[in-house]
């Protein structure tokens, strides 16, 4: 099973800013089956990006994604007050596991 | 425009089971499949596993293995988990989520069930 790390647990920026977070496997993510999610409180997840880097429908393109092997990376390139939200990694092979989650709050 | 309703919430107490629904609509069971996802309180996005109607594979979580149970029904498109020997910890919201054009592109709105003495 692949255990995905990410970092850091919480992010405090500024509405405008950029922000850059971090998944680590603990082995080779084969064919970049590597997603991220948005999560709201009292909501479902949202599917923002797939295979590392490619972006679901309806996702503004201020987010993007990066990386491959063991080494993944979400980047909202300018933060909008809507953005502030907990991000999660998933690996989506035959089995699936989730990174632990980062916190995008407002500082 | 795939939608999937769950079930409502649910009091379980220590050592029973539950069964939580979700059923699709603008799309046939068949095509999908069906992913649980749980989520304890104030915690992270746990995948518990997930099952194909169209040939009734299961792939379960290690930590699940022997106590959940996913199937569904083609005729009414509902698929169902049930997870059994339930404890304080299994306190969560349960989701069932698919692929349609992306991995969990499509989830259910959560149904808390909550382990009470």
């Known amino acids: 099973e692949i255990v995905l790390t990410q970092s850091p647990g919480t992010l405090s920026l500024s509405p405008g800013e950029r922000a850059t977070l971090s998944c680590r496997a603990s082995?080779?993510?084969?064919?970049?089956?590597l997603a991220w999610y948005q999560q709201k409180p009292g909501q479902a997840p949202r599917l923002l990006i797939y295979?590392?880097?490619g972006r679901a429908t309806g996702i503004p393109d201020r987010f993007s994604g990066s990386g491959s092997g063991t080494d993944f990376t979400l980047t909202i390139s300018r933060l909008e007050p809507e953005d502030f939200a907990v991000y999660y990694c998933q690996h989506y092979g035959r089995s699936r596991t989730f990174g632990q989650g980062t916190k995008v709050e407002i500082k | 425009q795939v939608q999937l309703v769950q079930s409502g919430a649910e009091v379980k107490k220590p050592g029973a089971s539950v069964r939580v629904s979700c059923k699709v609509s603008?799309?046939?069971?068949?095509?999908?499949?069906m992913h649980w996802v749980r989520q304890t309180p104030g915690k992270g996005l746990e995948w518990m596993g997930n099952?194909?109607?169209?040939?009734?594979?299961?792939v379960y979580a290690q930590k699940f293995q022997g106590r959940v149970t996913m199937t569904a029904d083609t005729s009414t498109d509902t698929a169902y988990m049930e997870l059994s020997r339930l404890r304080s910890e299994d306190t969560a919201v349960y989701y069932c989520?698919?692929?349609?054009?992306?991995?969990?592109?499509?989830w259910g709105q959560g149904t808390m069930v909550t382990i009470s003495p």
């Open positions: 989520a698919t692929d349609r054009w992306a991995p969990l592109d499509i």
């Open positions: 603008g799309y046939t069971l068949t095509e999908l499949s």
């Open positions: 295979g590392a880097s």
């Open positions: 099952f194909d109607p169209e040939d009734g594979e299961t």
């Open positions: 082995q080779s993510v084969g064919n970049r089956y």
